[in-house]
């Protein structure tokens, strides 16, 4: 480990910060203001100030030792110069002798090229260049040649003429006939201003003129040339950023995921300062220390030499790009990822089966400089990932987006009405998933302060009333035996801690937070290290963080003796309808899927997972501007075709899936794939589903997928296509904005639907949620590993919960009365349900609603809550018990609710 630097260096390195510089270059400009007596009222605070700047810079100086340039060595001269102008040398000095004080003063001036020293160096770099010095000297030897010609012509014809502005005297000599010719070439403006002077007069000032216009835009060209060239050496200069995010990749194509960056800092711009009244707790020992967020600086590395152009927004004058191999030391150091807190590596998507080595090398140039960042690297094969993670080492998190969008749009097939949570939840507008982390071991000492009994436990419960009081839906803890440390210029560490989602459950017997003493509704104290919730901004979740550190957040017992009548009964009629909440199942059996994504291999897995015998029906394309070959897209999904054998064409070629699913592949090589799918899915049963995905390939991705749409919807239209009753159609877009036209093409009532409700279309920008998923897990630690459990098998989940049909007198009941969410949460709390959501009847979705608000029972269509899934739902929905141990063997199988 590098010793630390001395005070005297450590101070000395402030002076190159931007605050220090602005506020001597302001002294510098005052000093040598021409107020009568204002130098003399501030020469001994100048003289102290740039005393002590003189002694830093002789302190950095000496360090630098032969490393130090020859401008450094003459900065420092001028600065004894200018620091010796402050003496009052006039009062030792003769009066011959004061008048060079004006002089010495103004070199002060001079020291204000040592702030712009970078730009100052290039462009004398730059004008020094042979090229320039060469066009240069053409252009001056053009002029004073020009000037020269015609002052000898006009001397040798003795022409009179006013040459000085005198009027036509005698006396006019060579060198004034010169000065004139010069200036008829530097200015339209010089030209004589009537035709009543000797015509050689006026033939000479209109050419010279004529020239001087050429000149003067070959002068601008030359620089305009050199301030492009200034530009572009700016451009090749280190950012001179420290704790900042830094993204490499094909950072051109990655505005979204850049905007979503800005907006997610913008958010919580409020982080920046820090609050007097969380000062004020400090200093009297009453709270946790203070903390601040820095500004959100930003860097790119791409491989283009002009910067992307959605960089020139207002929004994004805090990010900043470089040109560069990201394989390359030189490129990295450019964008100082040395000092980077955080780093995002993108895949190169046109790079094909190599994009994950490319991505491999660009992590491990970067860990060869910085081994303290976390890095988010984004990996396009799940069975890369363990080794993305065994070359990047701790801190290194890779994102299997295709994976993860794969288990995204499954959730849309087997949840219906998800979208609208998923979109509130998976954007920068609305409420999000946060963590909390406790640092350090005065905080876990505040922590384990709170537990109760013998065990030292804290009720979830009362942690989850009081934590919604401060607009905050606890959902789950890190518990750990070590007590994580945050070390100077890093990010959170989450490595070590153990998630625990809904507390309200047993975690799995054996598992991890079974280990650490985790049970039903009962947090250890001793070792919780964490907090996960879902709040606007990570601000309430931090505010609340802060109440558990002053022994504020763990609410009071409720003294049901003295709770209000009004209030019992409001929270027993609610307790009555949570009672009736359920998971209806989607009865998903037969899909059909048209077109591929990379995240369809992932998708046809996740079906066969969460739907035993899902049949599918999976139409491809080979148009041939594909990136893929169609037989490497088939050995994707586990079909290998014979080297010399067809594809399967229209006739079809099954596929195993697990747990008894079967996928029928057809494939055709043309344009109108929606055709062949409709063709092919009429030779079954109904679909229950039809997903259209997203192709990468084209000139316009949304353009084909709302065409294929459209096909799709005539066919029905013209029943071509028969449909079981219900349809949901499930469409793929990268802007669900250019596709929300097609939603008023796909009719329920001219397709043959009994009613509006029995056609359902989600449009789905997975363009968007792979970019945002990819901020918010650099931006929020453990945010991965919680939504692998969300939208995996086997753990907690997202479940949409509705109500059973009420009969007459219970409409009438439902239709006056109105619950509180705090009072919801609390009657699902037996059932080990967190409700998150309220999806209301126009079938908007209201995520974490705030505090004490009221909601009318008849405008509540259904509940989104964190849950097991077959804990909820209903008893005759649940699928048959499976001799592999299928969906009811596992339900059987889960752990209970703890007494």
């Known amino acids: 480990m590098a010793p630390r630097p001395s005070l005297l260096l450590r101070l000395a390195g402030g002076l190159e910060t931007r605050p220090v510089k602005l506020a001597l270059s302001l002294l510098i400009l005052v000093s040598v203001l021409p107020i009568q007596g204002l130098e003399d009222e501030l020469r ?93 000297g053409l252009v001056t030897l053009a002029v004073w040649g020009l000037a020269f010609g015609a002052s000898v012509l006009l001397s040798h014809l003795a022409i009179p003429h006013d040459y000085d502005g005198r009027g036509p005297v005698p006396d006019t000599g060579f060198l004034d006939r010169i000065w004139w010719s010069f200036r008829q070439l530097e200015s339209a403006d010089n030209l004589v201003a ?184 984004e990996v396009q094969e799940t069975r890369n990932r363990d080794l993305i993670q065994a070359v990047g080492g701790p801190g290194t998190y890779p994102l299997d987006m295709q994976r993860f969008l794969g288990l995204f749009l499954c959730q849309h097939l087997i949840t219906p009405g998800v ?154 009629w609610t307790e009555a309808w949570a009672a009736t909440l359920s998971r209806r199942r989607s009865h998903l059996e037969r899909v059909l899927i048209v077109g591929y994504s990379p995240a369809l291999p992932s998708l046809l897995h996740a079906l066969a997972q969460f739907v035993p015998g899902i049949e599918v029906t999976l139409v491809l ?39 008894g699913g079967r996928a029928i592949v057809y494939t055709q090589r043309g344009h109108d794939l929606a055709s062949l799918a409709v063709r092919c899915a009429a030779r079954g049963a109904p679909a229950s589903a039809a997903v259209f995905l997203s192709e990468p390939e084209g000139l316009d991705r949304d353009a084909r997928t709302a065409m294929r749409l459209i096909r799709f919807a005539r066919a029905l239209e013209s029943r071509e296509l028969a449909h079981g009753g219900r349809l949901h159609v499930l469409a793929e877009f990268s802007s669900v904005a250019k596709g929300e036209h097609v939603r008023s093409l796909l009719d329920a009532g001219r397709c043959g639907f009994a009613g509006p409700d029995r056609l359902r279309l989600s449009l789905v920008s997975t363009e968007r949620i792979k970019n945002y998923f990819m901020v918010h897990s650099a931006f929020v630690p453990g945010v991965t590993t919680l939504y692998e459990e969300l939208l995996g098998d086997g753990g907690q989940d997202l479940v949409r919960i509705e109500a059973r049909p009420l009969v007459a007198a219970e409409q009438a009941e439902r239709a006056r009365g109105a619950i509180g969410f705090d009072d919801l949460r609390a009657a699902l709390e037996p059932r080990g349900a967190v409700p998150v959501a309220l999806e209301r009847d126009d079938g908007t979705v209201l995520l974490n609603p705030e505090p004490g608000s009221t909601l009318a029972l008849a405008r509540i269509r259904a509940v989104y809550a964190l849950a097991r899934s077959q804990d909820l739902e209903v008893e005759g929905d649940r699928p048959a018990r499976e001799s592999d141990g299928g969906d009811a063997a596992r339900a059987e199988q889960a752990p209970p609710i703890s007494a």
């Open 621 to 659: 394309g080979e148009r041939g501007d594909e990136r893929m070959p169609l037989a490497d897209r088939l050995a994707s999904l586990g079909m290998t075709l014979a080297p010399d054998g067809p594809p399967p064409g229209t006739d079809g070629a099954a596929l195993s899936l697990p747990r």
């Open 194 to 377: 009537n035709l009543h002077v000797h015509p050689i007069v006026a033939v000479i000032s209109l050419g010279l003129t004529m020239v001087g216009v050429f000149v003067t835009s070959f002068i601008i060209g030359i620089g305009a040339n050199v301030v492009d060239q200034v530009v572009r050496a700016a451009r090749r200069r280190p950012v001179g950023y420290a704790g900042h995010a830094l993204v490499i990749g094909p950072v051109h194509e990655a505005e979204m995921l850049v905007q979503e960056f800005v907006r997610l800092y913008e958010r919580h711009r409020s982080l920046r300062s820090i609050r007097l009244s969380e000062l004020w707790l400090w200093l009297l020992r009453r709270g946790p220390a203070p903390t601040r967020h820095a500004l959100p600086r930003m860097a790119l590395l791409g491989a283009e030499d002009d910067p992307p152009a959605y960089l020139y927004a207002p929004s994004m004058r805090w990010v900043v790009y470089r040109k560069g191999d990201s394989a390359q030391p030189e490129a990295l150091d450019l964008v100082g990822a040395a000092g980077a807190k955080r780093a995002l590596i993108l895949a190169r998507h046109d790079a094909g089966p190599d994009a994950d080595a490319l991505t491999a090398m660009a992590l491990s140039s970067f860990r060869t400089q910085n081994r303290r960042g976390h890095v988010f690297v």
């Open 44 to 136: 001994p605070y100048f003289l102290g100030i740039f005393g002590v700047e003189l002694l830093l810079r002789a302190a950095l100086l000496r360090e630098r030792g032969r490393d130090r340039s020859r401008l450094d060595v003459l900065l420092f001269a001028f600065d004894v110069i200018a620091w010796l102008s402050f003496l009052p040398l006039e009062r030792l000095l003769d009066a011959h002798a004061a008048h060079a004080l004006p002089v010495l003063r103004l070199s002060r001036l001079f020291l204000l090229l040592r702030f712009t020293r970078e730009i100052a160096i290039d462009l004398y770099a730059i004008m020094t260049r042979r090229e320039l010095l060469e066009q240069f």
């Open 419 to 572: 979208e609208s949570l998923y979109t509130d939840l998976m954007t920068a507008d609305g409420s999000e998933f946060y963590t909390h982390v406790f640092l350090g071991a005065d905080e876990a000492r505040a922590v384990a302060a709170l537990g109760e009994g013998p065990g030292g436990e804290i009720s979830f419960s009362r942690m989850a009333r009081a934590a919604h009081e401060k607009s905050v839906i606890l959902a789950g803890v890190f518990l750990g035996d070590e007590v994580p440390e945050r070390r100077e210029g890093e990010l959170v560490p989450v490595e070590g801690l153990v998630q625990w989602l809904n507390p309200l459950l047993d975690p799995p017997a054996g598992s991890p937070a079974w280990a650490l003493g985790a049970r039903a509704g009962r947090v250890p104290a001793r070792r919780l290290r964490g907090l996960i919730g879902v709040s606007a901004t990570y601000a309430p979740l931090r505010r609340y963080g802060r109440e558990l550190l002053m022994g504020r957040g763990v609410a009071a017992v409720v003294d049901a003796a003295r709770v209000a009548d009004g209030a019992e009964a409001a929270r027993a």
